[in-house]
């Protein structure tokens, strides 16, 4: 079955450090996303990437950075630079939209990683 | 900037009743999706609309794309347990590179 991996489902870390939560897909996607969800508020896009090799910042880039090396993986860093990292971060994926634009197709998502730091 | 609002921010139901939730916007959007998300998962693609006036069905559900474009519509009928979680419209902004999301709408299921 095609999907969406996220690992791990859980993570905690000690303030200072940084850390990396793996995205996986195995949907022959061209374009990732990364999201970060808090109470109450809408998803919120971090970075997303249209092709290998390339990304883009989204709303909240600050204090995060991604790579794109295979069209499969999307790992995102959360570095001590983020201010307020505990979150739920949610992966998606999703094929290239018409027009270049990948938000004109539906995401498909992965089923996230909590990330508590204390 | 583009913006979704949601409502109601939450509903808890009686099992059995119909809900009704929309979002709307000031700008134009030429899509809308409906995502639902259970409890420690991620959201799930219910329906996608794609033109104005358009009235999509996906078994209980049933969402509309308002004619100004700057609206949409989910009706769930006949609530059932399974229906809880939280259900979010998003949309890609007209001019630039994003994908929208309304800040959800929490629904709870008494039975």
């Known amino acids: 079955d095609g999907g969406i991996t996220q690992s791990p489902k859980y993570l905690f870390r000690k303030e200072g450090q940084n850390v990396t939560l793996s995205c996986e897909q195995n949907?022959?996607?061209?374009?990732m996303y990364w999201y970060r969800q808090d109470p109450g508020q809408g998803l919120r896009l971090i970075y997303y990437s249209q092709i290998v090799n390339d990304f883009q910042k989204g709303d909240i880039a600050e204090g995060y950075s991604v790579s794109r090396e295979k069209k499969e993986s999307f790992p995102l860093t959360v570095t001590s630079a983020q201010k307020n990292p505990t979150a739920f971060y949610l992966c998606?994926?999703?094929?290239?939209?018409?027009?270049?634009?990948?938000?004109?197709?539906?995401?498909?998502f992965g089923n996230g990683t909590r990330l508590t730091v204390t | 900037g583009q913006q979704l609002n949601q409502s109601p921010q939450s509903m808890f139901i009686q099992e059995g009743e119909d809900v009704s939730m929309n979002c709307t916007s000031s700008s134009i959007f030429n899509t809308w999706l409906w995502y639902k998300q259970d409890p420690g998962e991620g959201p799930v693609l219910l329906i996608a609309l794609y033109k104005a006036g358009e009235l999509t069905s996906n078994g209980r559900l049933t969402a509309q794309f308002g004619i100004t474009r700057k609206d949409s519509f989910l009706n769930i009928s006949a609530s059932i347990p399974s229906d809880v979680g939280i259900y979010f419209c998003?949309?890609?902004?007209?001019?630039?590179?994003?994908?929208?999301f309304g800040a959800g709408t929490i629904l709870r299921v008494k039975s």
């Open positions: 949907l022959n996607h061209d374009a």
């Open positions: 998606a994926s999703s094929p290239q939209g018409g027009g270049g634009s990948p938000f004109h197709s539906p995401l498909h």
């Open positions: 998003a949309g890609p902004m007209e001019y630039g590179n994003k994908l929208v």
